[in-house]
């Protein structure tokens, strides 16, 4: 069983910047990918952004040129910086990974924009 634990998250408001935090218990060498996805109230849950161990990244072009997700120095590990923040911004934001073919998923972690 892998576990994915998160970290980060917060309110701020339009304009302002978050970071958000991923540490799979699973070891990199048997996690195909990670990734960042979110869930508005109302919404289906929706990429973010994902990173292959490679370091090799997509984003959701709601996203682009705001937000950018990387591996820290432990590569079972990914950062989510989040730039120019807007009120659709707001949802739970969820980790991902994919260990041998199975798909793991975090607690969520909530971020909300407002004024």
């Known amino acids: 069983q892998v576990q994915l634990v998160e970290s980060g998250g917060g309110s701020v408001q339009p304009g302002g910047s978050l970071r958000l935090s991923c540490t799979a218990s699973?070891?990199?060498?048997?996690?195909?990918?990670m990734a960042w996805y979110r869930q508005a109230p109302g919404n289906q849950r929706e990429l973010v952004a994902s990173?292959?161990?490679?370091?090799?990244?997509k984003y959701a072009d709601s996203v682009k040129g705001r937000f950018t997700a990387s591996r820290d120095g432990a590569e079972n590990t990914i950062i989510l910086r989040m730039n120019a923040l807007k009120p659709e911004d707001t949802a739970v934001y969820y980790c991902?990974?994919?260990?041998?073919?199975?798909?793991?998923w975090g607690q969520g972690t909530q971020v909300t924009v407002s004024s």
């Open positions: 990173i292959t161990p490679l370091g090799r990244t």
């Open positions: 991902y990974a994919n260990v041998r073919g199975l798909d793991y």
């Open positions: 699973a070891n990199i060498l048997v996690i195909s990918s």
